[in-house]
């Protein structure tokens, strides 16, 4: 239903636009002031990257984040990562990651760049916390934020913003009547545009997500995901539709597909009542690293990996190297 309103659809949002309209003017307050300096920005001691969305809902923003740490890190750059830690909860923030850390404590998102990069993360509401948390703990040279845009409490050296270009920006209208936290434009403002999926527009950076090999959740054991037989496929991410395309572009046809809540933490009871006998359980690695505890030996998940376009791509990594003196 939601997705309905937010493409224009369905007639109900318009009865949702006088919250619009406060939400818009709220936030647009709120950059107001500190733009006129009634509120302070933080600035780091280091170059800080913002990856955000002008959208609510999944935009493929962490596999950019993951893909800019790698990168940076091949260039023998020290970078660092932040995060609000949505979906996580502990007693006292900053938190920073460690190979115990879990999801119920960090959130998903940070505990899978953890996992991929290897690289130091940090998680607070205020994200200033979280960066001087991994200063204190680390040399970093570069710090990315995942999400974040619209916390102007950090200042920021670069900002980058994920669109969807399938969807791109529904109707157009502030939550909760459409799914834009900022209105389109923004983009004036930022300093690169990458697109997932669909076709860029002049001026914005092309990206796709490639999906790698099958791995399993037990014994880590890798295989094409067009061998595996009689899949059931879950997906807790923002926009499911998009994992489960991208099965049927490997050439796998899932007997059943169940689109979770983004963020959403399942119970083992929960994924194995949807299996029949016989049936393999099939996830995104978001999903995964909050189920790998509990695993069967049936369960697997589907990395993805983002591509950027060239000469673009480079050309953005050139101006982040750039910043680190």
């Known amino acids: 239903m939601?997705?309905?309103i937010w493409s224009g659809q369905s007639p109900l949002w318009l009865l949702l636009l006088p919250l619009s309209w406060l939400y818009g003017l709220v936030t647009a307050l709120i950059r107001l002031s500190y733009r006129l300096g009634l509120r302070n920005s933080w600035r780091a001691p280091v170059p800080v990257?913002?990856?955000?969305?002008?959208?609510?809902?999944?935009?493929?923003?962490?596999?950019?984040?993951?893909?800019?740490?790698e990168q940076l890190q091949r260039a023998g750059i020290q970078v660092g990562v932040v995060?609000?830690?949505?979906?996580?909860?502990?007693?006292?923030?900053?938190l920073v990651l460690d190979t115990r850390t879990t999801t119920a404590q960090a959130g998903d998102e940070p505990v899978l760049i953890f996992q991929r990069t290897g690289a130091p993360v940090a998680v607070a509401p205020q994200r200033s916390a979280a960066v001087q948390a991994l200063?204190?703990?680390?040399?970093?040279?570069?710090?990315?934020?995942?999400?974040?845009?619209q916390h102007y409490a950090l200042a920021r050296d670069k900002e980058i913003?994920?669109?969807?270009?399938?969807?791109?920006?529904?109707?157009?209208?502030?939550?909760?009547?459409?799914?834009?936290?900022?209105?389109?434009?923004?983009?004036k403002s930022v300093d690169a545009v990458i697109v997932n999926g669909g076709v860029p527009?002049?001026?914005?950076?092309?990206?796709?997500?490639?999906?790698?090999?099958?791995v399993n959740l037990k014994t880590a054991a890798i295989c094409p995901v067009a061998d595996l037989e009689h899949v059931v496929a879950i997906a807790g991410i923002g926009h499911p539709p998009r994992f489960f395309a991208t099965l049927e572009s490997c050439g796998l046809h899932p007997e059943k597909t169940v689109a979770?809540?983004?963020?959403?933490?399942?119970?083992?009871?929960?994924?194995?009542?949807?299996?029949?006998?016989?049936?393999?359980?099939?996830?995104?690695?978001?999903?995964?690293?909050k189920?790998?505890?509990?695993?069967?030996?049936?369960?697997?998940?589907?990395?993805v990996e983002a591509h950027l376009s060239s000469p673009e791509g480079e050309e953005l990594l050139s101006q982040l190297r750039a910043l680190v003196r």
Not at 135 to 149: E, F, H
Request: proline share 7%; aromatic share 8%.
């Open 2 to 4: 939601i997705e309905r």
């Open 49 to 69: 990257v913002v990856v955000g969305n002008l959208t609510a809902g999944g935009n493929g923003k962490t596999p950019v984040v993951i893909w800019l740490v």
């Open 83 to 94: 995060s609000r830690g949505y979906g996580g909860k502990v007693a006292s923030y900053p």
């Open 135 to 149: 200063l204190a703990a680390s040399p970093l040279q570069i710090i990315i934020t995942d999400d974040g845009l």
């Open 161 to 187: 913003v994920v669109v969807d270009g399938e969807r791109r920006f529904g109707n157009g209208w502030w939550l909760p009547a459409g799914p834009m936290r900022e209105r389109a434009g923004r983009l």
């Open 201 to 214: 527009r002049a001026g914005e950076i092309a990206m796709r997500l490639a999906p790698g090999q099958a």
């Open 260 to 289: 979770l809540a983004d963020h959403h933490a399942p119970q083992k009871a929960e994924l194995t009542a949807l299996l029949a006998p016989g049936q393999s359980l099939l996830m995104t690695e978001k999903d995964a690293v």
């Open 291 to 303: 189920c790998r505890a509990f695993a069967d030996e049936n369960w697997w998940y589907l990395p």
